[in-house]
């Protein structure tokens, strides 16, 4: 794949099958725009995800953005799903008030080579937000260029979006978040050394620093896997402040089990299915470790009918 933060100049006798939009999370209704560009793909037509570096409302407001995905992140996964280029466009000013035809022409038309478009029916362009989907299907009878308008997917009667997923993630509904991205919802970083109070209390834990942009559910423990040098681990995590040891960062520390690995300083992605309980400070480790083993039999147990299920 390629991946580029600028709109690409295909070469001549080369078109494209282009979505466009945010893309933040790839959840299903993001796959099933992908979907659609796939099925044109072919040896003189390449598939392109057409985004932004920021969200244009974030920009306007001058507000640092959270990510369901940080952009690495979206990468692999447009990778994964088989898209040819990856144009992660900045969103600037001269963008931001550039008409809806000059953004066809000079963009689609003439770098993209468009020859298709898959579009969502809220999809909006341009100086104001003027351009829609239909007057895509209008410059597409005119530059040559077909235009589709996909149906939303649905959860029942509602629209699968990223705002639909962060206000469950806010809740702390990993199951319902991993059911309208069609994955499990995770977050990577180096393991790293914490203060190793855990292994004093027979607790030994992986700690990472998750990435500034990176979304985050709720401060508290939930049953999760752990992605570590090709192997996967069975856990729980604690997201937060772990205030019973006075910790000073936002943090994800796993118990993981089964494992006496050393694995400082590996990648590691932790992959979140369950909320158990918020953050809680507790008078002592004892009763810390009492609430630990507890939260560690109710995952053993969610596994275990996990695997029958299989």
Do not use: W
Request: proline residues 5%; charged residues 30%; contains cysteine.
């Amino acid at each position: 794949m390629i991946y580029t933060t600028e709109v690409p100049r295909l070469e001549e006798g080369v078109r494209s099958a282009v979505t466009l939009g945010k893309f933040d999370g790839l959840h299903r209704g993001h796959q099933k725009l992908i979907h659609r560009i796939q099925k044109k793909r072919s040896r003189n037509c390449r598939t392109v995800v057409f985004t932004f570096d920021v969200p244009p409302r974030s920009y306007m407001l001058k507000t640092p953005p959270k990510f369901l995905l940080t952009y690495e992140e979206r990468r692999e996964l447009s990778e994964e799903r088989g898209i040819d280029i990856l144009a992660e466009c900045p969103f600037t000013e001269e963008l931001m008030h550039m008409e809806p035809e000059d953004f066809v022409k000079e963009y689609l038309v003439e770098r993209l080579h468009a020859a298709y478009l898959a579009v969502g029916p809220d999809f909006c362009f341009g100086h104001n937000r003027k351009g829609n989907p239909e007057l895509l299907q209008k410059l597409g009878e005119q530059y040559g260029f077909q235009v589709e308008i996909v149906e939303k997917e649905k959860d029942g009667a509602r629209d699968i979006s990223s705002t639909y997923v962060r206000e469950e993630l806010e809740k702390g509904n990993m199951e319902k978040v991993n059911e309208l991205l069609g994955y499990p919802y995770f977050t990577r970083g180096e393991i790293v050394h914490g203060r190793q109070l855990g292994r004093t209390i027979g607790v030994p834990t992986a700690n990472l620093i998750p990435h500034e942009i990176k979304k985050l559910p709720p401060n508290g423990v939930y049953i999760t896997k752990s992605f570590i040098d090709g192997k996967l681990f069975e856990g729980i995590t604690n997201v937060g402040y772990k205030p019973t040891v006075r910790e000073n960062f936002l943090g994800v520390e796993t118990y993981l089990f089964c494992c006496n690995e050393d694995l400082y300083g590996q990648e590691a992605e932790v992959r979140f299915y369950k909320f158990l309980r918020p953050e809680v400070k507790f008078d002592s480790l004892e009763e810390l470790k009492k609430q630990l083993n507890h939260d560690v039999e109710m995952a053993r147990m969610f596994f275990e009918e996990e695997n029958r299920q299989k």
